[in-house]
């Protein structure tokens, strides 16, 4: 059967009506990012309304349009699917795309790494068949549900992030994945906003435990002080559970460890196999979620050897640790591009790969950091602590852009305070007079500080966006 909806099938999964037949090789929620072809779903929020760009999506070449209303601009004879409520009805797709697949399916969440050990896992279970992935960071009510509407029929083999900012979010879409094999990378310090403690992260972390297929295994990190409580979680809701960790008795366990500048190798057991294999991006958090991935790998009938060669390949992807070459009077800086975002796990792994990092001639290890969001009430103290963690990576000098994270700046002795900014815009032309030739430059912050503006100003140094270099892990 061609296409990946037909009419006839999206009426179906979705309850809706569609006089006007068409297929659909695709599905967007976004008019601008729209390819020929797509079912246009017109999703509602609180400060937009969908309805209003049907008729740009239909005259850019989607197939049809999933509404709930009539839209503005569209002639009578539209394809239109016709549904009562459009969130629903990408949600009825999705339940439709998981009933139909004999995929195995792997999800994927936790504090940090997430988006990095899915793209890893899209990377190395493509090694052994059809693999599909949601795409950037679509993990959460319309992301999850678009990311299965668009897995096409054959695949083969399908890995899915599902995040969370608030208690009871994980739930319905773990249900809505159902996956055989989940992976809860670790519970850090995040959201705590929303959170009263650590535990009660990890408690809203084990709600994908209810949606693992019977017979399903989660895959846990034994490193993390939250493993038992976790597993203990696991095995009540009666799913399967195999670790991952460096400590005795992890059932994926790193025995030998070479940390690098550019990457790590690694020498470890795979549920007793043993296999030696390269990551192509460093830090010690890349490691570990790497022995999630290949334990995943094994659970799910997929080729280990393949899969453990192919993370030579990782790439961490823009804003997530991508390096980025900026020329400077009398040579370049390398930029580890962090902006996309942050939490005090992943700024701890940030710049423990900074601290790694080799510097030319009269380089510096130079750390431009933001605030890291969503941290309630222990917001100052959680900013603060990044200092210790700067003297003990070994960071030259922090620059610091935002309001929570002058709290590090004020903790730094004076010897690696190297400026602070409100905002972005402040602190690129000091920080264009700051750098030299041989630094390495780490920029990182929450998405919302919008540090991403750093980078792009050092990177456009050169004249351009840069060039790609080694890669650098991210810890999100």
């Given at each position: 059967m061609s296409g990946?909806?037909?009419s006839q099938e999206a009426a179906t999964a979705t309850g809706g009506r569609a006089p006007v037949a068409f297929t659909a090789n695709g599905v967007s929620i976004d008019s601008r990012t729209l390819a020929k072809g797509d079912l246009f779903v017109a999703l509602s929020g609180p400060n937009f309304d969908g309805h209003q760009f049907v008729a740009n999506a239909l005259a850019g070449g989607a197939a049809a349009a999933m509404v709930a209303k009539a839209p503005p601009g569209v002639a009578a004879g539209a394809p239109l699917l016709t549904v009562t409520d459009t969130l629903k009805g990408l949600e009825g797709l999705a339940a439709a795309a998981r009933a139909r697949t004999a995929a195995r399916i792997v999800a994927v969440t936790?504090?940090?790494?997430?988006?990095?050990?899915?793209?890893?896992?899209r990377l190395v279970l493509g090694e052994s068949g059809k693999t599909h992935a949601s795409a950037a960071s679509f993990n959460n009510h319309w992301g999850v549900p678009l990311s299965l509407a668009r897995m096409p029929r054959d695949t083969a083999y399908a890995a899915f992030e599902i995040g969370m900012n608030h208690p009871g979010e994980i739930l319905p879409l773990a249900q809505l994945v159902?996956?055989?094999?989940?992976?809860?990378?670790?519970?850090?310090?995040?959201h705590l906003?929303?959170?009263?403690?650590v535990e009660q992260i990890a408690d809203a972390k084990a709600e994908i435990f209810s949606g693992i297929v019977a017979g399903g295994t989660a895959i846990l990190n034994r490193d993390n002080p939250h493993f038992e409580r976790l597993s203990?979680?696991?095995?009540?809701?009666?799913?399967?559970?195999?670790?991952?960790?460096?400590?005795a008795g992890a059932d994926a366990r790193a025995e030998r460890i070479a940390l690098l500048d550019d990457c790590s190798t690694v020498s470890a057991s795979i549920l007793g196999d043993a296999v030696t294999y390269k990551v192509g991006v460093p830090g010690r958090h890349w490691v570990l979620n790497s022995l999630a991935v290949l334990a995943a790998v094994k659970l799910m009938d997929a080729d280990l050897g393949r899969a453990a060669l192919s993370l030579a390949r990782v790439d961490p992807g823009p804003g997530r640790g991508r390096r980025i070459r900026a020329q400077v009077a009398g040579g370049t800086i390398e930029i580890i591009d962090e902006s996309y975002n942050a939490n005090p796990a992943s700024m701890r792994a940030a710049l423990e790969v900074l601290g790694r990092s080799?510097?030319?001639g009269r380089g510096r290890?130079?750390?431009?950091?933001?605030?890291?969001?969503?941290?309630?009430?222990?917001?100052?103290?959680?900013h603060a602590e990044l200092a210790r963690v700067a003297e003990e990576t070994g960071i030259d000098l922090v620059f610091t852009?935002?309001?929570?994270?002058?709290?590090?700046?004020?903790?730094?002795?004076?010897?690696?305070?190297?400026?602070?900014?409100?905002?972005?815009?402040?602190?690129?032309?000091?920080?264009?007079?700051?750098?030299?030739?041989?630094?390495?430059?780490?920029?990182k912050g929450s998405q919302a500080t919008g540090m991403a503006a750093i980078t792009k100003a050092l990177a456009a140094m050169n004249g351009g966006e840069g060039s790609g270099l080694r890669r650098a892990g991210n810890g999100r």
């Open positions: 990946l909806w037909t936790g504090s940090a790494g997430k988006t990095g050990t899915k793209d890893a896992l159902q996956p055989h094999v989940a992976i809860i990378t670790t519970a850090e310090a995040a906003e929303f959170f009263s403690s203990k979680a696991a095995r009540h809701a009666g799913v399967n559970v195999v670790s991952f960790g460096t400590v080799e510097v030319k290890r130079i750390a431009v950091l933001g605030d890291m969001r969503e941290l309630g009430v222990d917001s100052g103290r959680l852009v935002g309001e929570d994270i002058e709290e590090l700046d004020n903790a730094l002795p004076r010897s690696r305070r190297a400026g602070h900014a409100a905002v972005p815009s402040d602190a690129t032309g000091p920080l264009r007079e700051l750098v030299r030739a041989g630094d390495v430059v780490l920029v």
